[in-house]
């Protein structure tokens, strides 16, 4: 009877310890469960947080290129608009420059690049011999090259009718044997009136030049620079303005003056076309306005 009862306690024991080994085990894979759902709950938020970083910052980048790319093009069309006058009134004016070229040239041709400005050089046929360099940088530059006569005589000039139109094919030859260019572009000394005769006029037109005069004379060969600005700011404020200067040393202290005066009132700068109508006394289209 003892014995039964050691054995029914010894089975009881066991019971027991099964039991609670079961439990232990249920309990470690309830604990294991909610590891693994707690991790990949943690992994969800940060895949989430990645990616909408991600994006966000693609986002930015996108928004820097964009202003970046703005930025760029305001201050490339702020850089065009800087470069020169531009023409807000309509008005126009020829800058024409006679007698060289010279020692002032290359001056001259530093400050219309300066303003984005252009001129128009009548240029003589032994000045040209003379400067050869100055001539290829009018010639390279955004200016016209025209001739000015060899003689710059109205005795020589007029012997016959085609005496002025031979002094500007010797300028023509000179010009294209020292930049390889050509030019119709002329200027006769003292203007196309009143020396010249109409058969002159008649045998340099047939022969293609363009002959061009001017509205406003600087008188610049004998005023001083102040006086250069005087006759500017008094006389040369039309629509349409033909300046007359020199290469001389009174003009090129006050070209720099001429020409930003001219950029600061809007104007447009100019220069005789090898294919615009030219502009002279003979077809009388000089008019200031």
């Not at 050509?182 to 293609?208: F, H, Q, W």
């Not at 930003?260 to 009132?265: A, E, F």
Request: charge should be positive; aromatic fraction near 12%.
């Amino acid at each position: 009877m003892e014995q039964k009862r050691k054995n029914e306690n010894v089975k009881r024991k066991k019971k027991v310890r099964k039991r609670k080994q079961k439990k232990t085990r249920y309990n470690k894979k309830k604990i294991f469960a909610r590891i693994v759902l707690v991790c990949l709950f943690f992994s969800g938020i940060s895949f989430a947080f990645n990616k909408f970083s991600s994006a966000n910052a693609v986002e930015i980048r996108n928004e820097r290129l964009s202003v970046e790319t703005l930025s760029g093009m305001v201050e490339k069309t702020s850089k065009e608009a800087s470069k020169g006058p531009l023409k807000t009134s309509g008005k126009t004016v020829y800058i024409t420059i006679d007698d060289g070229p010279s020692k002032y040239t290359d001056q001259m041709l530093k400050i219309l690049e300066k303003y984005n400005a252009k001129a128009t050089f009548f240029m003589i046929d032994g000045n040209m011999k003379r400067y050869p360099q100055q001539v290829k940088n009018v010639a390279n530059s955004t200016s016209t090259a025209g001739f000015h006569s060899v003689s710059h005589d109205v005795h020589k000039l007029y012997r016959s009718a085609d005496s002025a139109k031979k002094e500007f094919d010797q300028c023509s030859k000179t010009y294209t044997e020292i930049t390889g260019k050509t030019s119709k572009v002329i200027r006769i000394p003292y203007g196309s009136k009143p020396y010249t005769t109409k058969a002159s006029y008649d045998t340099m037109v047939s022969a293609g030049y363009k002959i061009w005069d001017w509205n406003v004379d600087t008188n610049d060969w004998k005023n001083s620079s102040a006086g250069i600005m005087d006759v500017v700011k008094t006389y040369g404020n039309g629509q349409n303005v033909i300046l007359l200067m020199h290469e001389k040393p009174q003009t090129i202290e006050a070209f720099e003056q001429i020409i930003k005066y001219y950029s600061d009132q809007g104007y447009e700068f100019a220069a005789a076309g090898q294919n615009e109508n030219p502009k002279n006394f003979w077809l009388q289209n000089l008019s200031l306005n």
